[in-house]
């Protein structure tokens, strides 16, 4: 049953954030809590035995670091090609557009790809290793926003009044 529970997982939060890239958001919520959700889901990946292959853990090893490693490319490259403002009220936000759906969909493509190559030399590869490399993406992807709309905030205050 945990396999099915992770698989359910890891399409929400696939789904919510797919969804969510396109609508621009006040990136204040995310600044203080950003980490919370790849932790929860790393935490998630690594509770039970079976992240590692037993049969194959070198290279079960080497595939799962290679996933985690894209996952991080993936959130990057998710995160520069979103779009960061401020508006009137000092308030940063951030949407998607053409280009992170491309880097997204590219980044599924390249895990696609790894899950190929896990199948070709016989590794298994399960849900535990899809959801700490979609964990990694989070934590790029946000951290990365979160960074960039640090950068974006002016860095002086107005006294009030005045």
Avoid: C
């Avoid at 529970?5 to 969804?19: D, E, H, Q």
């Avoid at 194959?56 to 995160?79: D, F, I, K, R």
Wanted: charged letters at 10%; zero cysteines; hydrophobic letters at 60%.
């Amino acid at each position: 049953m945990s396999g099915l529970l992770n698989i359910l997982v890891i399409v929400a939060v696939i789904a919510l954030l797919v969804v969510r890239q396109f609508t621009p958001q006040r990136l204040a919520a995310e600044s203080k809590r950003w980490w919370l959700l790849p932790a929860v889901l790393a935490f998630m990946a690594v509770r039970e035995p079976g992240l590692v292959d037993s049969a194959h853990p070198t290279g079960s090893a080497v595939l799962l670091t290679v996933g985690v490693l894209l996952g991080l490319l993936t959130g990057a490259a998710w995160a520069w090609t979103m779009r960061i403002w401020t508006d009137a009220d000092g308030q940063v936000w951030s949407a998607g557009r053409a280009m992170t759906a491309a880097a997204w969909l590219l980044g599924a493509g390249l895990r696609f790809g790894l899950y190929g190559v896990a199948v070709l030399v016989g590794v298994h590869l399960g849900t535990q290793a899809t959801m700490l490399s979609v964990a990694a993406t989070l934590l790029a992807r946000t951290g990365t926003l979160v960074w960039r709309a640090q950068a974006s905030r002016p860095a002086y205050r107005m006294a009030a009044g005045g």
